[in-house]
Each structure stands twice: as structure tokens, then as C-alpha cells.
């Protein structure tokens, strides 16, 4: 249980920097574009994290904790994100020979955390069909995310 807890903390890490970059790199211009990929980033991300909660939450509720204690896990979790999207921004704004590289990074963990432990977990119980549909279901989110903030 402590296992899932921390691999959904850790990949936390590199989700807040990537909207911290996104948000960081505004500081070099504010064009419509670069403001609806920020904004899109972090309304996919902050969907995204809602079943990465109850991923925390529920199994300790099945272990027995109070549902106000699973919550809470599930929340604290997630803490991380904040943080290193401060730092993430902090990094690229004050260090601009870093963006190229800590978009490059983000964007790179992001992929490493979906093929390394999303997609894997996610065909382990057999059941490839719902999957894919999920996929696709927030493959469509995005995307109407995408045309819809620019």
C-alpha cells in the first residue's frame, strides 16, 4: 500500500513541473496560444488527478482507515504538485537558457510516467476493452481542450 501511495506522489512531481514550466514560460510572452496551452495543461492535469486520489484513497478504505483519513491521504498525495509547479516556474523564469530543457524534461516525464506505470497498471486486471475506451474518452477531453482554449 505504502508502494502506491509513493509512485503516485513521486510521478506528482514532474505533472506540477510541467504547469509550472507552461505557466513560467508566459513570462517570455503572453500570446493567446502560449496562455490556453498553460490553462489546458493544468485543467488536464487537475482532471486527471481526481482518479489519481481515489486511487490512494479507496485502497486505504478498504484497509480499514476512516473515510476522512483516506481523503486526506489521497490529498496529501497530491501536495507535491503545487510545490514543484512553484519551482518548476521559479526555474524557467529566472533561469530562461532553462526552458528548452525543462520543457523538454516535462514533457518527457509526462510520456515516461503514462507508458512506464499508467498503461501497464491499466492492463493488469484484463480489462484492455474499458481501457480503451477510457483512453479515448480522454483523448477527446483533451483535444476538445485544446481547440477550445486555442
Known sequence: MFILILAITLHNIPEGLAIGVAFGALNFGYSAAAVAAAVSLAIG??????PEGAAVSLPLKRE?????KSFMYGQASA???PISSLIGAYLVVYIRALLPYALSFAAGAMIYVVVKELIPESQSEGNEGLISIMTLIGFIVMMVLDVALG
Not at 45 to 50: A, L, M, R, S
Open 45 to 50: 492535469i487537475g482532471i486527471q488527478n481526481f
Open 79 to 81: 501536495l507535491v504538485e
Open 64 to 68: 480499514g482507515l476512516t473515510s476522512f
